[in-house]
């Protein structure tokens, strides 16, 4: 690994990454990408099939527009990839990242206080401390060796040490792929007793066409997932395929849990060539799968589209007292503005919070943290800022029973006005109060 002269670590090159070290580039920072791509689960958790769920102009950087933003239509992964692959270009984005450099650990250097500088007690002060307040242990290429360098303002000659510390560390390591998680099984009823095939839908993103064609052709496929609970029941025939949640969708769309099925399903469960089993409960046999109900499915494969664990993720390279600190004190992460953890000093988290249009989430809170790293506003106390997401965390409570994680879906625009309002910029950013009133918010409309 070359030397590197950084204050700034940004852990994730995926869409998060690549905004936060776009913004933050007159740092120079470093970006530490375990993979060898940058686009993070558009490179390496997407399907064949998988497209964005929305038009190209609602996944768009407000300073880059889709070459085509007014095709309607829903682009694949790798159009997608193709974007972010352009802006990283575009603003020279790629010269920060170190690929193939996973971050293994973290380790806090200083004294758990809040970043305090030159700022009275208990306020937030300036997230460059000036000194290494974080190491980061990376883990480069596959090797076992943990490559880490010691970084410091005044001793370059430092960088020959195994030991690489940074001021202040962005974690984007985003909330999907990397980690599955497994069902747990009675005693004797796992995949372990069944003489079939089993793989995560993690495993099947990485077959390659023939792969994945050789896996499944001509054989009896089962997939266990929770999403196709989750659609417009007005518009599918859920009901038809005994599918119909027992709650409304709203409560769905508040706890981001909706998801867009891909082209062709219920067409081609009309045909037969998809059947449904609604079943909370379900363990392996010899040939297949048993449900709570005592039927049996026989089936040569078994897809498990049971999600991933991002907490377990971020959990891993955390080092305590931070990691039981992570979820305190309401079990979802309290992230001011969905970025600072009142708690966790020198340190931000960008895209950890969902909404309708995760890429412009991700790039507001990046331009939100670049301005605080350059000291143009200042973050409330310590005290205040845990009220504020405490308050923000009970209101999206109430909105659905299923809130478990950080999703601002129904209230995405309020939260962009506050960021606004925080940075000093206006929150009304159409140039008419007509637009105001009328055009739908686009990214584009947050272009300073
Ligand atoms: C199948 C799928 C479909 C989706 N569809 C949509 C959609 O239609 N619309 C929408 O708004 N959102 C969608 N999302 C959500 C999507 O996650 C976000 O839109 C966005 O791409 C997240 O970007 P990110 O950079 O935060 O995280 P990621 O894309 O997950 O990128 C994180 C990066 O960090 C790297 N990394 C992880 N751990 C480490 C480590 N320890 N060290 C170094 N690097 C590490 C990973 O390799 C990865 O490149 C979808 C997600 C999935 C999985």
Same mark, same amino acid.
């Given at each position: 690994?070359?030397?590197?002269?950084?204050?700034?670590?940004i852990i994730g090159a995926g869409?998060s990454g690549?905004?936060?070290?776009?913004?933050?580039?007159?740092?120079?920072?470093?970006?530490f990408e375990a993979?060898?791509?940058?686009?993070g689960?558009?490179?390496?958790?997407?399907?064949?099939?998988?497209?964005?769920?929305?038009? /190209?102009?609602?996944?768009?950087? *407000?300073?880059?527009?889709?070459?085509?933003?007014?095709?309607? *239509?829903?682009?694949?992964?790798? +159009?997608?990839?193709? $974007?972010?692959?352009?802006?990283?270009?575009?603003?020279?984005?790629?010269?920060?990242? /170190?690929?193939? *450099?996973k971050v293994?650990?973290?380790?806090?250097?200083?004294?758990?206080?809040?970043?305090?500088?030159?700022?009275?007690?208990?306020?937030?002060?300036?997230?460059?401390?000036?000194?290494?307040?974080?190491?980061?242990?990376?883990?480069?290429?596959?090797? +076992?060796?943990?490559?880490?360098?010691?970084?410091?303002?005044?001793?370059?000659?430092?960088?020959?040490?195994?030991?690489?510390?940074? +001021?202040?560390v962005v974690v984007c390591i985003g909330k999907y792929g990397d980690i599955?998680?497994?069902?747990?099984?009675?005693?004797?009823?796992?995949?372990?007793?069944?003489?079939?095939? @089993?793989?995560?839908?993690?495993? $099947?993103?990485?077959?390659?066409?023939?792969?994945?064609?050789?896996?499944?052709?001509?054989?009896?496929?089962?997939? @266990?997932?929770?999403?196709?609970?989750?659609?417009?029941?007005?518009?599918?025939?859920?009901?038809?395929?005994?599918?119909?949640?027992?709650?409304?969708?709203?409560?769905?769309?508040?706890?981001?849990?909706? =998801?867009?099925?891909?082209?062709?399903?219920?067409?081609?469960?009309?045909? #037969?060539?998809?059947?449904?089993?609604?079943?909370?409960?379900?363990?392996?046999?010899?040939?297949?799968?048993?449900?709570?109900?005592?039927?049996?499915?026989?089936?040569?494969?078994?897809?498990?589209?049971? #999600?991933?664990?991002g907490?377990?993720k971020l959990?891993a390279i955390m080092?305590?007292?931070?990691?039981?600190?992570?979820?305190?004190?309401?079990?979802?992460?309290?992230? $001011?503005?969905?970025?600072?953890?009142?708690?966790?000093?020198?340190? =931000?988290f960008v895209g950890y919070?969902?909404?309708?249009?995760?890429?412009?989430?991700?790039?507001?809170?990046?331009?939100?943290?670049?301005?605080? @790293?350059?000291?143009?506003?200042?973050?409330?106390?310590?005290?205040?800022?845990?009220? /504020?997401?405490?308050?923000?965390? +009970?209101?999206?409570?109430?909105?659905?029973?299923? $809130?478990?994680?950080?999703?601002?879906?129904?209230?995405?625009?309020?939260?962009?006005?506050?960021?606004?309002?925080?940075? #000093?910029?206006?929150?009304?950013?159409?140039?008419?109060?007509?637009?105001?009133?009328?055009?739908?918010?686009?990214?584009?409309?947050?272009?300073?």
């Amino acid at each position: 690994m070359a030397p590197i002269m950084s204050r700034i670590a940004i852990i994730g090159a995926g869409v998060s990454g690549i905004a936060t070290a776009k913004q933050l580039a007159h740092h120079n920072p470093v970006v530490f990408e375990a993979s060898d791509s940058i686009g993070g689960v558009w490179s390496h958790c997407s399907y064949r099939s998988t497209k964005l769920q929305s038009p /190209r102009c609602d996944y768009e950087f *407000s300073d880059f527009p889709w070459p085509d933003r007014d095709n309607s *239509s829903f682009p694949s992964h790798l +159009e997608i990839l193709d $974007y972010l692959r352009s802006y990283a270009k575009h603003f020279d984005v790629l010269k920060y990242v /170190r690929f193939n *450099s996973k971050v293994a650990a973290l380790r806090y250097l200083g004294n758990g206080e809040p970043p305090a500088n030159g700022r009275s007690p208990g306020e937030y002060g300036s997230l460059l401390a000036g000194q290494p307040v974080w190491e980061v242990a990376v883990q480069t290429n596959g090797s +076992e060796t943990i490559q880490v360098v010691i970084f410091t303002l005044t001793n370059m000659h430092d960088f020959l040490l195994l030991r690489l510390g940074f +001021e202040f560390v962005v974690v984007c390591i985003g909330k999907y792929g990397d980690i599955p998680i497994i069902p747990e099984f009675p005693e004797e009823k796992g995949p372990e007793i069944f003489e079939g095939k @089993v793989l995560h839908s993690l495993d $099947y993103c990485k077959l390659d066409h023939d792969a994945s064609t050789h896996l499944l052709k001509d054989k009896k496929k089962l997939v @266990v997932s929770k999403f196709i609970e989750s659609y417009l029941l007005h518009k599918l025939p859920l009901e038809k395929y005994g599918l119909k949640p027992d709650h409304p969708f709203v409560e769905d769309y508040a706890s981001c849990q909706m =998801a867009i099925m891909p082209e062709n399903f219920f067409p081609e469960a009309d045909k #037969g060539k998809i059947v449904f089993k609604r079943s909370s409960k379900w363990w392996f046999w010899k040939k297949g799968i048993e449900f709570e109900d005592k039927t049996k499915i026989e089936t040569d494969v078994v897809v498990l589209a049971t #999600g991933y664990d991002g907490k377990k993720k971020l959990k891993a390279i955390m080092p305590e007292p931070f990691r039981s600190l992570l979820e305190y004190p309401s079990g979802v992460i309290p992230l $001011y503005r969905s970025t600072i953890h009142p708690l966790i000093p020198n340190m =931000a988290f960008v895209g950890y919070v969902e909404s309708v249009a995760n890429l412009h989430s991700s790039e507001l809170r990046s331009i939100w943290l670049a301005r605080l @790293v350059d000291d143009k506003f200042k973050l409330p106390g310590v005290v205040e800022m845990l009220e /504020r997401t405490q308050k923000e965390v +009970e209101v999206m409570k109430r909105t659905t029973r299923f $809130y478990k994680r950080n999703c601002i879906s129904t209230y995405s625009i309020n939260h962009s006005d506050e960021i606004c309002e925080e940075m #000093g910029w206006t929150s009304w950013r159409k140039k008419s109060w007509l637009s105001e009133a009328f055009s739908p918010y686009t990214s584009q409309d947050y272009l300073n």
